[in-house]
């Protein structure tokens, strides 16, 4: 099977082992609000249109992906270690086990992949702002395991600066950690303000111990025929990003 032509594949330094995609709209069966590649088990679609939409990203991965319950906290779960038949509760994935693919769902949030420089470890991170605040991308980082100088990340279609109204409480959550958030915040209508996701998880990559830090430009809430947006429709679908070691 092809990969559909509109599915983002990261241009980032890494080895040629390591693959990774994230999914648009493009490429399912779903239709209406969920056209028509929704990947999201919760969102409102149809069951059958769920599980052949995972059936197509399926047949382009190496193995079947462990999709995680995604709670907006920092959990990360190491898919080489035994586990349970339960669903994790968690907000992000590693492995080390060629042929293993970790994946996330977004519809607003950023996925953030991670691959160390020899191309051996690998991890994708959902982080919509609780959990960016909470510190998902550095436990992601932790859990690599490697030098934090080593890795390298790609952030995927997040929503972008020009359409993320926030209150106070989410700038004040991201100034009380480190004082340059501040930055990542611009005043829009009295109480509100306009955040910039793709700063703020730089940032916190930097802080982390990061030199390489790509992508990023995206906007999921105004490219509407790209990319599902709870913020644009409710009921949206959601898109997945997946990596794995080849």
Same mark, same amino acid.
């Given at each position: *099977?092809?990969?559909?032509?509109?599915?983002?594949?990261?241009?980032?330094?890494?080895?040629?082992?390591?693959?990774?995609?994230?999914? @648009?709209?493009?490429?399912?069966?779903?239709?209406?609000?969920? &056209?028509?590649?929704?990947?999201?088990?919760?969102?409102?679609?149809?069951?059958?249109? +769920?599980?052949?939409?995972?059936?197509?990203?399926?047949?382009?991965?190496?193995?079947?992906?462990?999709? $995680?319950?995604?709670?907006?906290? @920092?959990?990360?779960?190491?898919?080489? &270690?035994?586990?349970?038949?339960?669903?994790?509760?968690?907000?992000?994935?590693? @492995?080390?086990?060629?042929? @293993?693919?970790?994946?996330?769902?977004?519809?607003? /949030?950023?996925?953030?992949?991670?691959?160390?420089?020899?191309?051996?470890? +690998?991890?994708?991170?959902? &982080?919509?702002?609780?959990?960016?605040?909470?510190? +998902?991308?550095?436990?992601?980082?932790? #859990?690599?395991?490697?030098?934090?100088?080593?890795?390298?990340?790609?952030?995927?279609? #997040?929503?972008?600066?020009?359409?993320?109204?926030?209150?106070?409480?989410?700038?004040?959550?991201?100034?009380?950690?480190?004082?340059?958030?501040?930055?990542?915040?611009?005043?829009?209508?009295?109480?509100?303000? !306009?955040?910039? $996701?793709? *700063?703020?998880?730089?940032?916190? $990559?930097?802080?982390?111990? $990061?030199?390489?830090?790509?992508?990023?430009?995206? /906007?999921?809430?105004?490219?509407?025929?790209?990319?599902?947006?709870?913020?644009?429709?409710?009921?949206?679908?959601? !898109?997945?990003?997946?990596?794995?070691?080849?």
């Amino acid at each position: *099977m092809r990969q559909p032509s509109q599915w983002l594949v990261p241009d980032w330094p890494v080895p040629d082992r390591v693959r990774a995609f994230v999914t @648009t709209r493009e490429g399912g069966v779903s239709d209406g609000d969920y &056209a028509s590649m929704n990947l999201g088990g919760s969102s409102g679609d149809r069951e059958d249109r +769920v599980e052949a939409n995972r059936a197509i990203a399926r047949a382009l991965l190496p193995g079947d992906p462990l999709y $995680l319950a995604q709670v907006h906290g @920092t959990t990360v779960v190491d898919l080489d &270690a035994p586990r349970g038949a339960e669903r994790p509760r968690a907000d992000a994935a590693v @492995t080390f086990t060629p042929g @293993t693919p970790a994946v996330v769902l977004t519809a607003d /949030c950023m996925p953030v992949f991670f691959a160390d420089g020899a191309g051996t470890r +690998v991890g994708v991170a959902h &982080a919509g702002w609780r959990g960016l605040a909470a510190g +998902v991308l550095e436990s992601t980082v932790a #859990a690599m395991k490697a030098d934090p100088r080593e890795i390298v990340a790609w952030m995927g279609p #997040a929503i972008g600066p020009d359409a993320f109204e926030v209150g106070p409480e989410v700038k004040e959550a991201f100034a009380k950690a480190d004082p340059a958030a501040e930055g990542a915040f611009k005043p829009h209508v009295p109480g509100k303000f !306009m955040a910039d $996701l793709y *700063m703020l998880a730089r940032q916190r $990559l930097a802080r982390a111990g $990061l030199r390489e830090i790509h992508g990023g430009g995206f /906007c999921t809430f105004h490219d509407t025929s790209r990319f599902f947006s709870y913020r644009r429709v409710q009921k949206s679908g959601r !898109m997945g990003a997946f990596i794995w070691v080849r």
